[in-house]
């Protein structure tokens, strides 16, 4: 399948209109269909999906656009659920970067400058070999006091 981006930034001053259209294409021999298009975490941006035609075939133009109205950044992700059960959902990243309006020059001034990530590798899994069980020691019984005929103890 394509997925074109994979990864939406929507990046602009508060109160612009932002939004992106992510295009999906099965490429199975039986296209799949999407049953569910899930936001993470956030309301920070709103989706819409079309079902369109590309080059012949089946595809979908999902529209990500933003709802933030103050200047920020968040960062989500969106995931995509298909009639095949043996695909995984699909993921997009969203990051959203709103920038501040400068009042004295009514542009845009960054918030905070943004570095790009580094494509990230996925965690080493560390194998831990189990500690040797404690085995509990018996514990001695406290004795109790014996009673003796004559109602005394010892």
Known sequence: MTIKP????????VGAELSKKVIIIPETPVPFKIMKVA???????????KEIEKSGKK????????M????????DQINIITDRSDFMPLTIRVDGYIDAIDPQTGKPA????????PESTP???????PSKPVMPQ???????????????SF
């Not at 018996?138 to 005394?152: I, L, R």
């Open 6 to 13: 994979q990864r939406v930034i929507l990046r602009g001053p």
């Open 39 to 49: 936001q993470m975490h956030s309301t920070n941006f709103r989706t819409t999906l």
């Open 123 to 129: 965690p080493k899994m560390v194998i831990v070999p």
């Open 59 to 66: 595809a979908y133009e999902l529209t990500v656009e933003n």
């Open 138 to 152: 018996p514990s001695k019984p406290e004795s109790a006091p014996v009673p003796t005929p004559d109602g005394n």
């Open 110 to 117: 960054p918030a905070v400058k943004i570095k790009p990530e």
């Open 68 to 75: 933030v109205k103050k200047a920020g950044k968040y960062h």
